[in-house]
């Protein structure tokens, strides 16, 4: 799978723990954002990566800033993009299964690397449920046309 990953200062720790895991599982990974833990704006990580999800560019993406919440807000600015908040297990699998998220936002300053591991690995293997959600979904998508 193509994935796009990137965060900010406060996430770059947990992006390289990340980038290596995935790319241990054999994924294509292209990272954007912080190189390092200087001071970095996290619009400058989300909407890049974003518009990889968006274009096709990349099937999935994944954000890490502090707390999430940051990379969530720019992410979801850009068109095609539903970027969710993922904080458990049970989360990273209702993201995909009902609301068909594309990005992951994960909490660099709050989540144990080893839980993020396993929400990434739940968000990357569960598929979209469709049914009741495919309606729900489409009306964020009908809006987003329209507007």
């Given at each position: 799978m193509k994935i796009a990953i990137g965060a900010d200062h406060r996430g770059y720790k947990l992006k390289r723990v990340l980038v290596e895991f995935l790319r241990g599982k054999g994924h294509d990974v292209t990272e954007?954002?912080?190189q390092s833990e200087e001071s970095y704006d996290y619009p400058?990580?989300?909407i890049p990566v974003g518009e990889a999800v968006s274009s096709g560019k990349a099937?999935?993406?994944i954000l890490i800033c502090m707390t999430g919440i940051g990379?969530?807000?720019a992410a979801n600015k850009v068109k095609g993009v539903r970027a969710a908040l993922v904080t458990s297990e049970e989360f990273a699998e209702l993201s995909r299964r009902h609301n068909n998220a594309n990005v992951i936002c994960l909490q660099g300053g709050y989540v144990d690397p080893e839980d993020a591991k396993k929400f990434v690995?739940?968000?990357l293997k569960t598929d979209f449920e469709g049914g009741r959600h495919a309606r729900r979904v489409k009306k964020i998508t009908d809006y987003e046309s329209s507007h």
């Open positions: 954007y954002g912080a400058d990580a989300a099937d999935r993406g990379m969530s807000i690995e739940i968000f």
